[in-house]
T-cell receptor
Framework: GQNIDQPTEMTATEGAIVQINCTYQ??????LFWYQQHAGEAPTFLSY??LDGLEEKGRFSSFLSRSKGYSYLLLKELQMKDSASYLC??????????WGAGTKLIIKP | ETGVTQTPRHLVMGMTNKKSLKCEQH?????MYWYKQSAKKPLELMFV???????ENNSVPSRFSPECPNSSHLFLHLHTLQPEDSALYLC??????????????FGPGTRLLVL
């Protein structure tokens, strides 16, 4: 079967750095997405990786290793507003998105 | 604002009621999706419409009935639901066939409670 694994919950301190990991086993690979979802709101697109390596967007970076079936989302200079759930999703060979259950990130002052 | 709107935002219904959820996208996309999001579970894809044609129906019970009158509007008709259908229902849209990211953009969702 197809599977996306990510930690259920993580806690970090304001101003620090946190890395949220995602491992996947899917039938084929056509890209990996990270979304941010604040409680009660829509998931919003953060990043897309289709080739190996690091993609940087301001305070957020996303890394992909296709051979290891692994990605991480790196958040720097954490702010209280970064408290949210972070969803990892992989597009499989049928171009369907397979979703992880999300990682709830709690930021403490 | 993501360019995808959903109404109502909250809905409480009894098991014998009939209601409809509405989604509208203002992004000019050609594909629209219905997802179910339950607490601590992955998003579950329910239906996909591409150019107004249904292309996916992921074994969804018949008490959920989608309708896509045009590429900007999507409905989910609900009847005789069960308490386990209580969840957040999310609509999304994307532009497919561009061999690029084809990122999905989500609406704010309808929080449904079935009593």
């Amino acid at each position: 079967g197809q599977n996306i694994d990510q930690p259920t919950e993580m806690t970090a301190t304001e101003g620090a750095i946190v890395q949220i990991n995602c491992t996947y086993q899917t039938s084929g690979f056509n890209g990996l997405f990270w979304y941010q979802q604040h409680a009660g709101e829509a998931p919003t697109f953060l990043s897309y990786n289709v080739l190996d390596g690091l993609e940087e967007k301001g305070r957020f970076s996303s890394f992909l290793s296709r051979s290891k079936g692994y990605s991480y989302l790196l958040l720097k200079e954490l702010q209280m507003k970064d408290s949210a759930s972070y969803l990892c999703a992989v597009r499989d060979s049928n171009y369907q998105l397979i979703w992880g259950a999300g990682t709830k990130l709690i930021i403490k002052p | 604002e993501t360019g995808v709107t959903q109404t109502p935002r909250h809905l409480v219904m009894g098991m014998t009621n009939k209601k409809s959820l509405k989604c509208e996208q203002h992004l000019g996309h050609n594909a629209m999706y219905w997802y179910k999001q339950s607490a601590k579970k992955p998003l579950e894809l329910m239906f996909v419409y591409n150019f107004k044609e249904q292309t996916e129906n992921n074994s969804v019970p018949s008490r959920f009935s989608p309708e896509c009158p045009n590429s900007s509007h999507l409905f989910l008709h609900l009847h005789t639901l069960q308490p386990e259908d209580s969840a957040l229902y999310l609509c999304a849209s994307s532009q497919t066939g561009t061999s690029g990211e084809e990122t999905q953009y989500f609406g704010p969702g309808t929080r449904l409670l079935v009593l």
